[in-house]
């Protein structure tokens, strides 16, 4: 799994991370995907590399700017039921 962050400049509402979250499902397949407008960043955990190219025009067509990216193998959580 990886998890790629997403510096984000333009996220003022709640609006804006539901708008940028959509944008990056419609065009990558991703098993999750959550927006900060707070901390100014987008946080996507994929089974593959998120291209960076298509990233930043996908991101870019919805009016945002991408600052920068990085990426990492996510650590894995697990939750056992009491």
Same mark, same amino acid.
């Given at each position: ?8 400049? +333009? ?6 991370? &539901?708008?940028?979250?959509? &944008? ?9 995907? *959550?927006?900060? *407008? %707070? %901390? +100014? ?10 291209? *960076?190219?298509?990233? *930043?025009?996908?991101?870019? &067509? ?5 600052? +920068?990216? %990085?990426?990492?193998? &996510? %650590? ?7």
């Amino acid at each position: 799994m990886i998890q790629t962050t997403v510096e984000i400049s +333009g996220m003022v509402c709640g609006m804006c991370e &539901a708008h940028i979250n959509d &944008a990056i499902r419609s065009a990558f397949a991703v098993k999750s995907v *959550r927006s900060s *407008r %707070k %901390k +100014g960043e987008t946080v996507i955990l994929s089974e593959e590399p998120i291209d *960076r190219d298509k990233l *930043r025009e996908t991101i870019g &067509a919805t009016g945002y700017v991408m600052l +920068g990216v %990085k990426e990492e193998t &996510a %650590k894995r959580r697990f939750f056992f039921p009491l």
